[in-house]
């Protein structure tokens, strides 16, 4: 399933080492001014080989609109983007051809498919998000003519809080072939009440999902999250005044609905599993065998991350928001 | 949305005080024998008024199967199922028809459609997930006979991990008018590997999904969930062995797709809202007033939550059997 | 698939001897007045035993709402709806069990499932429509509030175009111990330009898909239809005023999308399968027999199928209706 | 909604005269051996500038395969293709930027959209759907594997039967500024029984909606489609025989559901609107203006839709499989 949305729906494709990766976005509204200008600074955000801390893989990233606009504006029919990959050097991965790297869908895939693209990591690597990134910017425009604006925070690298702190652990995960993940904080503001619709269609319950579905994030908590298991009832609930609301411990969202008040999510990001020290793994014939992973990796993909997720929680609150139209 | 599932699709309907709740199921495999005992039982798990420590509303929650089954077994056409309202004491709730309560669903529904049913929380209502646990009784039967089994522990209540404790947290919480949170994990053994759908059909964004949209959790996390964003990649990372895993840090999980690992999710569940402690809040017209939710409640949830978290995981699961058997 | 439509989603159950059909409407909008006495006259159009042309088969259909309405007014939850079958008289069938009933779905029906409800046709009997023409009654009130009405003929009874003429046809046939088929033609009115989406979700295709669902439905045509592969361009191009067309050929869509003028749709109807007449068909061991289809059947479908015929049109109206809100 | 299917779903993009059209084909099974000469034979069918018969617009539409394939073999993951617009002169239809060419879909979409593509006519162009034919030749692949394969005929150009007169037909249109409709009649052989789901999933139903979704389409018959609307029911039912049917005017599918015999659509196509003759139409400000839409059009774009109807077709059948392998 490559498709992500019922009203603004995109559609991604490619891999890490094939010949291109995209999106096309079908539901967006027509008569929005659009041009690669628009996308091409959110994908800059999220490319490799722009730091220490970020994977050395040297790639322009340029983004290509195929269709969809006319005159410089959306026309309501779907809009294709399109990077190509320049910098793929597939040799690298040719000996994990047979093996399994440890942590990854290497694996899985296999068992899956009965074929993998073990280059890069194939559909399975964290290139796929680009194109999240493209159709998440034009979620953005969307949202932000209707001032909703998303904005995120790395709360934690490692268990440190201090930024300063964080880029030292990375550093020095780095040094000793290792890894390390950490917490992000995405919220939007400018959220109108009524946004989801129960009982599956949940705002919280698509974020959730949309969350979790990135590569590396293994927790997802709303509002105080799982503080909130912890809370007497008289303590977790927010008492109303009358214009809104005395505190936000339900993270903006009450029986799966937006509130008005800011939607808060945070993501817990595992440490890469792409690591320099030898690890025990299996190859495709069952032999036990060591494996290090070398090669132009992210020590810590939490930086990384954080305009995937905003992207991901623009693409939700689009579709809800399109959604939502619907019975005003 | 009411409709959940791609291949085993569930539609829901029914509000706590209207006539009836229930559910249709479209996409049982036939074949299956099935009739209401093997519905029932999971339905007297969640049901009210059963102890001390859970809503004393008395519901008999006698299902009716409506469609789909001839001389005992499934045919492949839709299963209907339906339970009938006898017990629902409207006259309680007059005193919300105006008033919002807190970290409830009054406030959204109110703003979202413009009505709401305000007895007994209508479809916002814990009651709904009745029509998910009969549903789920359906999907466990047809995992059960895959290998597939589900079970899931309390883990905490109220930051107390001893049952005796947890119990003695519920009674005070009751005692004080107030509500207590906590922890539920739910385990799958016996999933084969390759379930799952690579990049919006992830296993665990289905879970995630799926379990955020029960309400009051507001933490969903798989494997280590949290706790992987403060590991080095070299301990969270499962070595693998010629016939599996040395470890399950990843909950069973990758790539979004199932490594044949059992598969362990953990949600945090907030205290009850409805409490009988004077809280603030306002009404439709936008004057502050004070609220005291009496009447039939859970003072902790986290017990009943149980059946309805194990029927969520069903549903996904028996959803992404069906999506696999395309591919082999 | 039991589900039908995107926006304004209806989802049907029921087997044509067991317990109960109905269906449940999840995404109508909120506010509008319904209760049951919208919907009872609708099934009492296509009801059977209220003519000496039409099945004797004795059914009250009452039709009872379970779920979706406070106060006599939706809510924007599901409405569910559910009519008991009193009449069935399953015994009649017991000689079908084992036969397949030529021009019936006994036959696909056992190859796909491997089980079959050889009671009165079970999930493939026109009763099914029932659910239909119930969600259909749903959606008509709702368009009405918009303006777009919609209206049916039967243009043709077995060759014949006079209505006096096709009741001989339909008594002919009946005495004959055989059956006859005819073409009707719905109509709506009102429809607003704009509806229907390039380019697998144009209007006519959803029209020709909700039409060649309707069990005997054999051939759908838009607009002229059949005769427009018989005319030149300049026949068939509908001239534009300065307020609208000079001709309606095209019958109301013009590239998958309404122009404002009236929606014109016409179906060929097959003669009931269901035949005294002497047959040659097969049993489920392979032994070809004879089979005689006697019981309460209709010898002409063509009356009773333009309540169902309308209700689809009406679905697919009000979903499209719903859809282009979202970008208004 | 550009996307078309369930289980292998397709996703098109691209108007006529921007930068490329192409498709992203999600489902696709993988270890299936698939490059661009599997594709290219389909897309030089249906290409322009091959006879007197078609329009001279000389494109090459060479197709380039974009992800999904890894050393030749289908993965599992989306198989994005597409190609580039070549010859698209966009000058010749300035004339038309403010005035709406006669049976076009250039009123309604300036209707929804309230912005209009005039070039070439935008994603409303015959040219959309290179990006089936493309999609086609992939699920044409899988079928054949499974024995199913599609063939069609021409049956009739603007009343004629016979080849010679069909082209003379053609010719004297294209003479007078003026175009032919006809007939083309799909087949499709060695299909499974069991393919199609009730109710709302029926075989014939997809059937009529993919068809239906052709721009110029305005009729779909399956089996003796119009015809069953003037016989008895004992002559329209087919007897069956130990092994089969002794004749076939269902067309292959009762109740929805796929018999094992072939499977028959017959699609009455329009003449091509776009005729040099003088036509009264109106513009974007009201007026009514003359209007002659000439340019490079085929008078009779019957063939070219053959291959259309074929990917179509092959596409409906692909999905049907691939839901059908859940069941067994």
Chains 1, 2, 3, 4 share one sequence.
Do not use: W
Request: proline share 5%; hydrophobic share 40%; with cysteine.
């Amino acid at each position: 399933m490559n498709t992500f949305g019922n009203n603004f729906r995109i559609t991604t494709f490619g891999e890490s080492h094939g010949p291109a990766l995209g999106v096309v976005i079908d539901g967006c509204p027509s008569g929005m001014e659009l041009s690669e200008i628009d996308i091409q600074p959110f994908l800059d955000r999220r490319r490799p080989g722009t730091s220490l801390l970020s994977s050395p893989r040297l790639e322009g990233d340029r983004v290509e609109i195929l269709s969809g606009i006319f005159e410089g504006k959306t026309t309501g029919t779907p809009i294709a983007m399109m990077v190509r990959n320049e910098n793929p050097q597939s040799k690298d991965y040719e000996v994990f051809r047979e093996k399994f790297r440890p942590g990854h869908a290497d694996f899985t895939y296999h068992e899956k498919y009965g074929i993998r693209d073990h280059r890069g990591g194939g559909r399975s690597s964290g290139r796929e998000t680009l194109s999240r990134v493209a159709a998440g910017a034009v979620a953005m425009k969307l949202l932000a003519k209707r001032g909703i604006t998303i904005t995120s925070t790395i709360r934690e690298v490692h268990g440190k809080t201090d930024p300063a702190e964080m880029e030292k652990e990375i550093l020095a995960a780095k040094t000793a072939g290792d890894s390390v993940g950490g917490i992000v904080q995405v919220t939007a503001t400018g959220c109108p009440a009524g946004l989801g619709d129960p009982v599956f269609g949940k705002l919280d319950a698509l974020i959730a999902g949309a969350m979790m579905g990135i590569g590396a994030v293994k927790c997802v908590e709303i509002g105080d999250g799982f503080l909130a298991a912890e809370k007497f009832g008289s303590e977790n609930n927010d008492p109303m005044t009358a214009n809104g609301f005395l505190s936000n411990h339900a993270g903006g969202i009450l029986g799966g609905i937006s509130s008005g008040q800011d939607i808060v999510v945070r993501i817990a990001v595992k440490p890469t599993p792409s690591i320099v020290k030898i690890q025990q793994t299996r190859d495709i014939h069952g032999n036990v065998v060591d494996i290090s992973v070398g090669g132009r990796h992210d020590p810590c993909i939490v930086p990384r991350i954080v305009p995937v997720a905003e992207a991901m929680l623009a693409l939700v609150l689009i579709d809800c928001v399109l959604e939502q139209a619907k019975y005003k």
